[in-house]
């Protein structure tokens, strides 16, 4: 019985050969069991994706048009795309604003807020403020009154300033406190804040 076996070819498969065989088997099954599944065609790359949206908008007083995806933030979209990066991410939950920028006027936390939601819009960031050089007078201010530590949220906080002493340029301490509560210092560096605050509403006065 033995000397049966040896004279017997070898039927032994490979495991390689058993894959390669099963994938041909099971693409020829699904072209069979799946009507049109022969005939069927990638995507014509010519069209549109749906995924994707062009956005046109302003950001510190430049026009920008770019494709991107339906996805994008706008703080993605401004330190990807744009390499801006003074505005920071930091909880990136609604949370900290760090990534505080100004839409049309008004603080937005950038970490959730869609680019497509900026689309005709205008944008101010940390960089917008210094013009030919020189310091925004609040970004004097919070040098010279030293409201930063880590300097991770200054950004954010300077926007908040920004917006906030637009509409209120002779403000209480007390109406600063309320206007930056939205803004975290990990560093807890709130005094020194409050006082830049103020002191940045005195320079832009004068």
């Given at each position: 019985m033995a000397d049966?076996?040896?004279?017997?070819?070898?039927?032994?498969?490979s495991r390689r050969a058993f894959l390669k065989g099963g994938a041909v088997a099971t693409g020829a099954l699904s072209a069979s069991l799946i009507p049109g599944a022969a005939d069927a065609q990638l995507p014509d790359a010519t069209e549109p994706d749906p995924h994707r949206t062009t956005v046109e908008l302003k950001v510190n007083g430049v026009a920008y048009r770019k494709e991107i995806s339906n996805r994008t933030t706008l703080l993605q979209f401004l330190r990807e795309d744009l390499k801006l990066t003074g505005t920071k991410m930091g909880c990136d939950r609604l949370?900290?604003?760090a990534c505080t920028v100004i839409l049309n006027g008004r603080t937005v936390y950038s970490c959730?807020?869609?680019a497509l939601e900026a689309?005709?819009?205008?944008v101010l960031t940390i960089e917008g403020l210094t013009k030919?050089?020189?310091?925004?007078p609040i970004q004097q201010a919070f040098?010279?009154?030293s409201g930063y530590q880590c300097g991770f949220c200054t950004s954010g906080q300077i926007?908040?300033?920004k917006a906030f002493l637009d509409r209120v340029p002779n403000p209480t301490e007390e109406q600063?406190?309320?206007a930056l509560s939205g803004n975290l210092c990990r560093c807890a560096a709130y005094k020194k804040i409050l006082e830049s605050v103020m002191a940045a509403s005195r320079l832009m006065r004068a």
């Open positions: 049966d076996h040896r004279d017997t070819p070898d039927q032994s498969v949370q900290c604003g959730t807020t869609l689309t005709g819009g205008e030919d050089d020189r310091l925004h040098i010279e009154q926007m908040s300033t600063a406190r309320l």
